[in-house]
Nanobody
């Protein structure tokens, strides 16, 4: 089972940027797709971005297209989420995960992103 640790969250002003990181343990990292998810206050958890195992294909939810970029470095067992032009509605706890862990409803602690002036 892959273990995941998210980091990089914090408080940022509207229009600012943050880069989230997700470090994975386990030798299968480079064979699994990865996703970034978020849970905004009072909302259900939602997928934000996803990337295939080799990094060749990415997908984004409409609200973050053009502002967020997902990437991965398989040599470092790490997936990233670069977030630019942040808005208050991006405030959420952000999680990374694999499809199998999502199916098992297994989540890490996430990293808090707060966008506020």
């Amino acid at each position: 089972q892959v273990q995941l640790v998210e980091s990089g969250g914090g408080l940022v002003q509207p229009g600012g940027s943050l880069r989230l990181s997700c470090e994975a343990s386990g030798s299968i990292f480079n064979r699994v797709a990865m996703g970034w998810y978020r849970q905004r206050p009072g909302k259900q958890r939602e997928v934000v971005a996803a990337i295939t195992s080799g990094g060749g294909t990415t997908n984004y939810t409409d609200s973050v297209k053009g502002r967020f970029t997902i990437s991965r470095d398989n040599a470092k067992n790490t997936v990233y989420l670069q977030m630019n032009s942040l808005k208050p509605e991006d405030t959420a706890v952000y999680y990374c995960n694999t499809p199998s862990r999502v199916a098992d409803n297994y989540w890490g602690q996430g990293t808090q992103v707060t966008v506020s002036s």
